[in-house]
Structure formats: structure tokens, C-alpha cells
């Protein structure tokens, strides 16, 4: 009969490799959408995603969720370790940005930046800009899931695109003025997430006129 100590060592390779923004990044919304369930206190959140945002290896990322019933919390990505990829691949081979975190500091999307149907933005005491107006749609619709934990998430549209947001706040702020339809044949921009002593604001502004 084989004993405990005749068993090989567990293969630690995995917990050693080195972790990126993406798998940081689908680590966030694990706890976020955790946190919306219950499993997690708005406390233990903040903790973790400190963490997570810090996480330097695989290991250190899956002893953040261990204990959460991920399988159950509908997240809609591949488990940390996997690669997301498009489902819809850009035009001129550029790649989609699909990631945007602010920790301590600040980030943006604008410009001609391609964007797919999926954007994660989440700003822990930092700053997320994202601008919309220029940028080269992918797909029918965009999903920007926001995370913003004493922070704030900043979106700007462009007039024409259809506006959906249903996010919520605890001693914070989710919204804007932006929401409703656009014109026929537009994308449409869905904002969803919560803000934790943050904000989440969206708002259409005209597109830029050449030269300005």
C-alpha cells in the first residue's frame, strides 16, 4: 500500500509562472462578480483585488480564488491561466485592447484603439479613461465591465452608438446621461460593474472635427 510519503511532490511549475495583466485582470472580475453574490464582503474585495492587482505569478493569483465557487459566479472568460482571445479579429491584423487597469495611476483607451466585443476596466484609486469616439469598431456590441474601487471610470461615446448601462454603486456613483438609443446600423455600448467608494460615469460628447 502506497503511503503519503512514497507520493510524488506536487508539480508547482504552474504556481511559479509568471502572471499577465489578462489573467490579473479576469482575477478581478472573479472576486468583483463574488462580491455581487456574497461570497465576498466589500472588505475582503478590496483586500484581494489590492493583491491581485500586485500578484506577480499564477500561484499567487489562485490563492485568491480557491475558496470561491467560480464555476457559479457566471463569469464570462477563460480561467486564469488561458489566453482571451477575440471573437472577432480586427481589421489590418492590429490586435483588440481588451484590458485596462489603474492601480495608483491612471490609463486610457482613445484614438483609433481597435475594440472587440468585450473591455475590462478596473480602477483601484487610480483612473480609467476610456473614449470611444474615434476608435475602430469589431463587433456589434461592446460589454465594458467596470470595476472601480475608490477610483473612477470615465467613458465617453460618440452620439450615434446605442447606450445601455446597468451598474450599481455603494458609496459611489454608476451612470450618466448617456444611456438610450442610437441611430440604425450603430454599435452598441453596454456598461455594466459596480463602483465601490468610485464612480462610473458615462456621457456622449460630438466627435473631434479634423485639424482640432
Known amino acids: 500500500m502506497t503511503s503519503p510519503d512514497d507520493l510524488p511532490a506536487p508539480d508547482d511549475r504552474r504556481a511559479r509562472l509568471r502572471a499577465a495583466d489578462a489573467d490579473r485582470e479576469l482575477v478581478h472580475q472573479i472576486l468583483s462578480a463574488a462580491m455581487a453574490r456574497g461570497s465576498l464582503s466589500p472588505v475582503e474585495y478590496e483586500e484581494r483585488?489590492?493583491?491581485a492587482a500586485a500578484a506577480k505569478t499564477f500561484g499567487e493569483l489562485d490563492d485568491l480564488t480557491d475558496d470561491l465557487p467560480v464555476g457559479q459566479l457566471g463569469v464570462p472568460m477563460p480561467f486564469v491561466g488561458e489566453t482571451s482571445v477575440s471573437r472577432v479579429a480586427?481589421?489590418?491584423g492590429r490586435r483588440p485592447v481588451l484590458h485596462r487597469l489603474a492601480l495608483l495611476s491612471g490609463t486610457e483607451v482613445r484614438g483609433n484603439a481597435v475594440v472587440a466585443d468585450t473591455l475590462t476596466a478596473t480602477a483601484i484609486m487610480g483612473g480609467v479613461e476610456i473614449d470611444l469616439r474615434e476608435v475602430e469598431w469589431t463587433a456589434p456590441v461592446l460589454t465594458i465591465r467596470c470595476t472601480s474601487?475608490?477610483?473612477?471610470i470615465d467613458i465617453t461615446v460618440p452620439p450615434d452608438v446605442t447606450v445601455e448601462i446597468g451598474g450599481w454603486a455603494v458609496m459611489g456613483g454608476f451612470g450618466g446621461r448617456a444611456g438610450g438609443p442610437g441611430v440604425p446600423g450603430a454599435p452598441t455600448v453596454r456598461v455594466v460593474g459596480f463602483a465601490l467608494m468610485g464612480g462610473v460615469e458615462v456621457?456622449?460628447?460630438d466627435r473631434?472635427?479634423?485639424g482640432m
Open 49 to 51: 483585488a489590492g493583491k
Open 208 to 210: 473631434k472635427r479634423p
Open 90 to 92: 480586427p481589421a489590418a
Open 149 to 152: 474601487v475608490m477610483g473612477g
Open 203 to 205: 456621457k456622449r460628447k
